[in-house]
């Protein structure tokens, strides 16, 4: 008997206004890859004879993006500066902050993680300066 092919998302509803089907519904296409996507989809195949299911995990990777953009701004000697770098990506964003190109480490900065200091997975860096050109610098 000729099998009917349906498929299911685990954790929530499909994206159905982005979702086609090909080779009789054996294919399942997502148009439009959103983060949201990220999520376990089954397929499951039906006759009178009976059924098999398989489960796929679909991972959904982003390039890292600003949640909000920085601003430059001018501080005077003995002054406390606090920027943030608010960013999201997947796999986490490594976050890098150099004063004139030098990177900065050790007591000169103190950091913050996610929600405590900067919200939305984002860093802030806290420290005392002098008139300094602050750059950063974001990757993988």
Do not use: M
């Not at 999520?39 to 390039?63: D, F, I, K, L, P």
């Amino acid at each position: 008997p000729t099998p009917t092919v349906h498929w299911h998302r685990l954790d929530g509803d499909l994206p159905r206004d982005r979702v086609s089907y090909d080779n009789f519904n054996k294919t399942l296409k997502i148009h439009d890859v959103i983060e949201d996507d990220d999520g376990e989809y089954r397929c499951v195949v039906r006759n009178g004879q009976g059924q098999v299911q398989h489960t796929y995990h679909v991972s959904v990777e982003a390039a890292p993006y600003w949640v909000k953009k920085p601003e430059d701004g001018v501080y005077g000697p003995g002054e406390n500066v606090r920027l943030d770098c608010d960013v999201e990506a997947k796999p986490e964003a490594r976050i890098h902050w150099r004063v004139n190109g030098v990177l900065l480490s050790g007591e000169s900065v103190l950091w913050g993680w996610g929600g405590r200091w900067g919200g939305g997975g984002g860093r802030t860096a806290l420290w005392g300066t002098r008139r300094v050109r602050l750059l950063h610098s974001v990757g993988l």
